[in-house]
């Protein structure tokens, strides 16, 4: 199993190819299914790799592959004007949007909860 970091690239080398039928399918099927879910984990809200190890980790670089793969992805739509992607470009828009939205105010809710709200300074 490749990590989100090489299906991102895969989903991108598609666009560059003009396949956006095979972009959103490994979107879809590889990237879209990786987003940690777990909202007890640290990384709710990340694309997560697991090792072969079984150790589940979510670097920034494939963070950032797969969001600008999503990004990539509206823009092709959006400038193939066809109707039929209307649905999958709200959507992707949304994940684009909320993934790293979500994920920086996870973090400094986590940074305040341990300084103000547990009583350090």
Known sequence: ELDTGAYSLASRLALLEGDIEFSLRVLTEKILPRQ?????SNLHGAFTSTWPEEYLDANIWDNLLA???IEEI???INISGEPE???TIFSLTIVAI???TFAATYMLA???RS?????KR
């Open 85 to 87: 992607y209307s649905k």
């Open 67 to 69: 969001i600008n793969t």
């Open 98 to 100: 909320c993934v790293p």
């Open 110 to 112: 986590r940074r305040c």
């Open 74 to 76: 509206i823009a092709t």
């Open 36 to 40: 940690c879910m777990d909202s007890t």
């Open 115 to 119: 300084t103000r709200w547990m009583g």
